[in-house]
């Protein structure tokens, strides 16, 4: 089942926010993934859907609120989305997918947005199923500090 993160939840989400990090060559830091999750609960500056099957959180997506100039309108950005690896396969994505999309619609948003490597075998398979389509009119840049 789906719901909203709650505090009592974070033992449990930062394990899976780790392994979500880790998945994407970083290193393991349960404190750290802890303390930002924390922030973010405590501050209300994301939304974070979890799926709970038999007691055990299973996985999460996070979602950060944007805004569309050109739509005038927010938007959001699917930014995490993350399954244990024994639990895949199952809907247990789409069901979290299904979540934020759901979450779109009640607040008036333009869309979700999200990007992934292009080496996620998985999420780039997953994305089109659940409706995403691969913007291939845009560039996309990031900029580091």
């Known amino acids: 089942m789906v719901r909203k993160v709650t505090s ?13 990090r880790v998945f994407y060559e970083k290193d393991s830091d349960v404190t750290a993934a802890a303390s930002f999750l924390n922030e973010r609960i405590n501050k209300g500056d994301s939304v974070i859907f979890v799926f709970e099957e038999n007691g055990e959180l299973t996985g999460f997506t996070q979602l950060y609120p944007l805004f ?56 780039n398979q997953l994305y089109p199923k659940t409706g995403f389509v691969c913007d291939q009119d845009h560039n996309y840049y990031s900029w580091d500090v």
């Open 68 to 123: 569309s100039s050109t739509r005038m309108k927010p938007l959001w950005l699917l930014n995490d989305l993350y399954v244990k690896p024994k639990h895949r396969g199952k809907g247990h994505s789409i069901a979290l997918i299904d979540a934020a999309k759901k979450l779109a619609i009640d607040t008036g948003a333009a869309g979700l947005m999200l990007e992934t490597a292009k080496s996620n075998d998985v999420g």
């Open 8 to 20: 009592d939840d974070l033992p449990a989400l930062s394990e899976l926010f780790d392994a979500y």
